[in-house]
Each structure stands twice: as structure tokens, then as C-alpha cells.
Nanobody
């Protein structure tokens, strides 16, 4: 069973940076896509960034130019570098791996941006 372990969340002031990491517990030969979502209470989970196997990276309009998603296939890890953070970036961030036709989720990491 694949488990995803996240790290890197925390409290930061507006304008600051954080880097989230998400690593799979087992070696995976092919990860079709790696994604980051975020969720705030009372709202639906929002797709923030996607990186696909050999494809382009995609970002939500709200984070373009500030966030960068990257992957290390050898380490089965995906990163989310978040710069110029804003209070509206606050939420629980979840990583997601698409492996074959199955989706796997991390446990979530809290990001809080103070104004």
C-alpha cells in the first residue's frame, strides 16, 4: 500500500516562503501525475499545481508566478516551493499521486500565513 508523507508546513508571515515535500513510502516505477491541493474550512479542496510524467506543469491562477512544483522521480518525491505567500494561501495542503488509475493522498500539512 502506498502512503504519502508530507512535511514542510508551518506559520509564516506574508511575503515569506515555505517548501512542502511529499514522499511515497514505497518505490514507484511510474507516477502518472503529482499534484498539490489545498483546502480551507467550508470550501472545496482546490487544485493548486500539477506535474505530469513528461508533461507540462500547471498552476491555479491564484498561485502562478509564486509557486513552483517539482518532482524527483528517483526519490518518489514532489515539492511545492511557495514564495511571496499571502494570507489567502492559508489552508491544509495535500499531495496527490496518480499511479495507474488510482489516486493516493497525503495526510495534509497546515500552512498559515499571517498578515
Amino acid at each position: 500500500q502506498v502512503q504519502l508523507v508530507e512535511s514542510g508546513g508551518g506559520l509564516v508571515q506574508a511575503g515569506g516562503s515555505l517548501r512542502l515535500s511529499c514522499t511515497a513510502s514505497v518505490t514507484i516505477l511510474t507516477i502518472n501525475a503529482m499534484r498539490w491541493y489545498r483546502q480551507v474550512p467550508g470550501k472545496q479542496r482546490e487544485l493548486v499545481a500539477t506535474i505530469t510524467n513528461g508533461g507540462p506543469r500547471n498552476y491555479a491562477d491564484s498561485v502562478k508566478g509564486r509557486f513552483t512544483i517539482s518532482g524527483d522521480s528517483a526519490k518518489n518525491t514532489v515539492y511545492l516551493q511557495m514564495n511571496s505567500l499571502k494570507p489567502e494561501d492559508t489552508g491544509v495542503y495535500y499531495c496527490n499521486f496518480l499511479i495507474a488509475l488510482s489516486n493516493y493522498w497525503g495526510q495534509g500539512t497546515q500552512v498559515t500565513v499571517s498578515s
